[in-house]
């Protein structure tokens, strides 16, 4: 029974999972116990394996060990660590940026970095949207077409009746109030010369 | 609150008196080992004089309510789901009482599973079949409880040991099976 058992373990140690040993047929109490052992060793590495095989393939769910597999106690904790971190990775893609990942060494800073990352460039990039749609909203009402009176040049306002005398505004009104730009009044030289003939010349006539 | 014989909980956060003016020269902490020597002897008296299944009642009873003033006093229950566990594991974190790590959450039926590794209440035991976290399944109803106002049942489902020990808890809403 010995070379049996010890065979059995050679085999496990070569990372093969053996077939248990009858115990019906031993009749020694201490072989009996040790072949007890074995088998139970045997149960708990084949546990063990059926839980890192899926597990190294990335099948998180529905992986079991039991309680009382002490060998499993890393794997248990690796497969823990997956979910926690495969829900963090779901918690990221799902626009929270408010989790951290805790005390795994250097993932755990690479993670958090990561998230920081995203995070920023998120608000960066919403801050760049910002500006583009307010920019775009100012062409848009620069591009469109503007009702404005042939003689006067007035402008009528978006949806008012032409009849009314409020609905149009001097073409500096409308263009300062729907858009950034600002007016600073001056006189052309033909408007000065037809307006007040008497100053232009003045300021034209040379000196003696 | 602490002589007077009454059939009702009266517990409330300012029982625990002024900590920082009552400890000028010791400070606010105290080793896990005096922690759990408390608790450990408790429930050791407790389960000789009233049986195991009261003994862990009163834990989960006991944690139930430290766990809804805790909520209430140490955390922002404004916060929406995913900024609450965010803070929940940061306070849980910084009290030194567990590292909580969320394996799932299903915000909108209430079930969560979480892992609290190098806890308060049962890390560095050393391994056997017992699940001994009650006070913890307690504690964690209790924070659910004040943060949603529903009630919450929390299980401990799974616990292994691998230098430190860590727990595995179910929670979800109470009268809510799997």
Known sequence: ?208 | MFNEERNYNKFVWEDLGDLVKGRPNLGLDVPVMVYRLLQYTLRDVMITELGVSKTDDIFIKAGRLAGRQFCENMMNRELDFNGFVSQLQKVLREQAIGILRIEKADFENMTFTLTVAEDLDCSGLPPTDEVVCQYDEGFISGIMEAYTGKSFCTKEIDCWANGDRCCRFDVRLDGDTE
């Open chain 1, 1 to 208: 029974m010995i070379e049996k058992i010890a065979e059995q373990l050679a085999r496990l140690l070569q990372g093969k999972i053996t077939e248990k040993i009858d115990i019906g047929n031993i009749t020694d109490e201490r072989e009996q116990y040790l072949a007890k052992l074995l088998n139970q060793l045997i149960d708990f590495m084949q546990e063990v394996h059926d839980f890192i095989i899926p597990l190294s393939r990335g099948e998180l769910a529905e992986i079991k060990i039991s309680p009382k597999n002490f060998f499993g106690s890393p794997f248990k904790e690796l497969h823990s660590r997956l979910l926690h971190l495969t829900w963090q990775a779901n918690q990221v893609a799902n626009g929270d940026f408010s989790q951290r990942v805790d005390f795994m060494g250097e993932f755990s800073e690479a993670f958090n970095s990561m998230i920081v990352s995203l995070e920023n460039n998120e608000k960066l990039l919403k801050r760049k949207i910002d500006d583009l749609e307010k920019a775009l909203s100012h062409i848009k009402t620069l591009e469109g077409i503007l009702p404005i009176c042939a003689n006067c040049k007035k402008i009528r306002i978006d949806g008012t009746d032409s009849k009314k005398e409020d609905s149009w505004v001097q073409i500096e009104t409308y263009i300062s109030e729907k858009t950034e730009a600002k007016f600073s009044h001056s006189i052309c030289p033909e408007c000065m010369e037809k307006l007040y003939p008497d100053f232009k010349y003045r300021i034209t006539k040379p000196s003696t």
